[in-house]
């Protein structure tokens, strides 16, 4: 773990204007004013609870990326993963944060961040180490969750959306692993195979843990709060639910028949498992088969990806990453993630 960052006098610049941007929005709405009208239980509720419990999962998140670093367990954790880091010419560092994006995604994002703070990665090996952690890690740590909700409401078609969105979760990280050993070079083994930590060194990074964790938690703090109250405002003034209509009233008018665009309109516009409530009760109804149900899923999926990206991911991202960087990191995964489930769902499409 490196020295303890030393804040810079334009990095307060940003957090200054994303604060005035909130308080700006919140008060014409506390006010009542400007077409927008919030109440006390509203915030309680949709803002200050929901803000408390991300700050909480971050800080956690921080903590124990710290903590790993900071005990050695960093270097245990890379040798399991050696074989697939060294073939992707990726670092210890990123074999860390891989192995950790399996149990979860913002323990391995601070990772991701600290060792690139730190100067041991570089912005490259981080996009690319962050692109393979959201490929088939992510989908595992999701799967129970969504295996309970999609196998008992859409059955038959939802396991086929498993099996489509699993084989493009494999594909997004071969693809990352890929282009990560085609435009990395090869770490030196000394770097790349690190047996042991040194007890110095151990007692140093350890004794920096609470040092670094107020650096890293100030700036999470900083980022992280007005984008969130930023979003909410947005989603108040109603504009992701006219951009979930209009994506999901246009995919269906213009590739599926109404039937199916129900099943669209539903995961696009309501909860992850409102599509697949609809898509079970259609295929009772014999108004849908398996097939036209599992691409229907899909295609919902396609159409709610940027906006959950929006919504859940990039107030996250930015009190991890900088706020550029986080939105590129968005930019880039969500559209890898589209892709894949393009080129996978089309073969099925035609042969399945």
């Known amino acids: 773990m490196g020295a303890v960052e030393k804040p810079k006098r334009n990095s307060i610049v940003i957090p200054l204007l994303l604060c005035l941007a909130a308080i700006a929005g919140l008060v014409p709405g506390l006010l009542g004013v400007g ?25 956690a998140g921080l903590v124990i990326g710290l903590v790993i670093e900071g005990t050695g367990w960093a270097a245990r954790l890379a040798a ?24 979860s995604g913002i323990v ?7 060792s690139h703070q730190d100067g041991r990665l570089s912005r490259k090996e981080l996009i690319l180490t962050y692109l393979v952690n959201n490929g088939l890690p992510l989908f595992l740590v999701h799967l129970p969750t969504t295996l309970v909700i999609v196998g008992s ?3 038959e078609a939802g396991i086929v959306y498993l099996c489509i969105t699993f084989a493009a979760a494999c594909l997004r990280t071969i693809v990352a692993l890929a282009v990560s050993r085609m435009s990395l070079s090869r770490p030196d083994e000394t770097h790349a195979a690190p047996h042991s930590f040194p007890a110095g060194r151990a007692s140093a990074s350890r004794s920096s843990i609470p040092a670094v964790f107020r650096s890293r938690v100030i700036r999470l703090i900083a980022y992280t709060i007005p984008i969130y109250v930023l979003v909410f405002l947005v989603n108040e003034w109603g504009f992701f639910v006219w951009l ?29 498992s409102s599509g697949f409530a609809a898509a079970g009760a259609l295929m009772d109804a014999g108004a849908l088969s398996v097939k036209q149900t599992a691409v229907a899923l899909i295609a919902g999926t396609i159409v709610a ?24 990191l968005l930019l880039v995964s969500q559209t890898l993630r589209i ?9 099925y499409v035609i042969w399945g």
């Open 35 to 59: 077409g927008l009208s919030l109440s006390w239980h509203k915030l309680d509720e949709k803002l200050l609870w929901p803000i408390i419990r991300v700050i909480c999962y971050l800080s």
């Open 153 to 155: 409401l859409a059955r």
């Open 339 to 347: 892709v894949s489930l393009v080129v996978v769902t089309v073969p």
């Open 305 to 328: 990806t940027p906006i959950r990206a929006i919504r859940h991911q990039l107030p996250t991202h930015a009190g991890i990453f900088s706020l550029g960087l986080a939105t590129y």
């Open 108 to 114: 391995a994002n601070t990772m991701l961040m600290g």
């Open 80 to 103: 399991w993963v050696r074989p697939i880091t060294v073939w992707g010419h990726l670092k210890p560092e990123s074999g860390t944060a891989f192995v950790s994006s399996f149990a």
């Open 244 to 272: 979930r209509s209009a994506l999901a009233r246009w995919v269906s008018l213009e590739f599926f028949p109404i039937e199916a665009a129900s099943v669209i309109i539903m995961a696009v516009a309501a909860e992850f």
